[in-house]
């Protein structure tokens, strides 16, 4: 048998992940083989070896992907909106949300994420990795936070770390309640008007613009 092409072999691991994603919305993580993945995809339990290590690095890759599109986005908004970081957040912000709604990819992998996945077992791992990500977003945030008030569109005094902390909370709130009862609201519809609440707090909230205390340090690692 000819060796698979290397668009083959890509296109045969972009349909393992594709399958698993589905599997693991379904039946959640830990109740998901990749003996079952295997089967449903119609490949070899060496053929899923050969694309990944264990179930937890197949998860990881899922949730790296779900990441890169965004990093993407975040390149062409930096173009399309230039020297304007605070439309560069709020686009971001409304696509997750917008996103989450109407792309199945993005909304199988949110649902496992909240509701799907217990990090456990061989999903231990994940879950640092996926702690390593919550850092590394929160820091991204708080220099985009930044990067507005340099550009005074957010005000000087404003809280940066505590600001990143009540947006991840707060988009990740909204998303995962929405899942849960996706009838009490129509997520795509009022994700514009969520992050423009956001903002606005941002702008207005005396709270969030007082100076620090010792109290407000970061903790210790």
Same mark, same amino acid.
């Given at each position: 048998?000819?060796?698979?092409?290397?668009?083959?072999?890509?296109?045969?691991?972009?349909?393992?992940?594709?399958?698993?994603?589905?599997?693991?919305?379904?039946?959640?993580?830990?109740?998901?083989?990749?003996?079952?993945?295997?089967?449903?995809?119609?490949?070899?339990?060496?053929?899923?070896?050969?694309?990944?290590?264990?179930?937890?690095?197949?998860?990881?890759?899922?949730?790296?992907?779900?990441?890169?599109?965004?990093?993407?986005?975040?390149?062409?908004?930096?173009?399309?909106?230039?020297?304007?970081?605070?439309?560069? @957040?709020?686009?971001?912000?409304? /696509?997750? *949300?917008?996103?989450? =709604?109407? #792309?199945?990819?993005?909304? $199988?992998?949110?649902?496992?994420?909240?509701?799907?996945?217990?990090?456990?077992?061989?999903?231990?791992?994940?879950?640092?990795?996926?702690?390593?990500?919550?850092?590394?977003?929160?820091?991204?945030?708080?220099?985009?936070?930044?990067?507005?008030?340099?550009?005074?569109?957010?005000?000087?005094?404003?809280?940066?770390?505590?600001?990143?902390?009540?947006?991840?909370?707060?988009?990740?709130?909204?998303?995962?309640?929405? @899942?849960?009862?996706?009838?009490? /609201?129509? *997520?795509?519809?009022? =994700?514009? #008007?969520?992050?423009?609440? $956001?903002?606005?707090?941002?702008?207005?909230?005396?709270?969030?613009?007082?100076?620090?205390?010792?109290?407000?340090?970061?903790?210790?690692?």
């Amino acid at each position: 048998m000819a060796r698979k092409t290397k668009q083959q072999a890509l296109e045969t691991r972009q349909h393992i992940l594709d399958v698993a994603l589905r599997l693991f919305s379904q039946q959640g993580v830990s109740a998901t083989s990749l003996a079952e993945i295997a089967q449903a995809a119609g490949v070899t339990r060496g053929a899923i070896y050969w694309h990944f290590k264990n179930k937890s690095d197949l998860f990881s890759e899922i949730w790296a992907l779900s990441e890169s599109s965004i990093s993407d986005l975040e390149i062409e908004y930096r173009a399309k909106f230039p020297d304007d970081p605070l439309s560069v @957040l709020r686009e971001l912000l409304i /696509y997750v *949300l917008e996103a989450t =709604a109407a #792309e199945e990819r993005r909304r $199988l992998m949110m649902e496992i994420i909240f509701h799907k996945c217990e990090f456990v077992g061989e999903m231990a791992v994940a879950q640092q990795a996926q702690r390593n990500l919550c850092v590394a977003s929160n820091e991204r945030i708080e220099q985009t936070l930044n990067d507005c008030i340099e550009a005074g569109m957010l005000p000087a005094k404003l809280q940066t770390r505590r600001a990143a902390i009540l947006m991840r909370s707060y988009i990740s709130g909204i998303m995962e309640n929405w @899942l849960f009862a996706p009838e009490t /609201y129509d *997520l795509k519809r009022e =994700a514009r #008007e969520f992050v423009d609440i $956001l903002i606005e707090m941002y702008q207005l909230c005396p709270s969030l613009q007082r100076p620090f205390d010792e109290h407000d340090a970061a903790p210790e690692p």
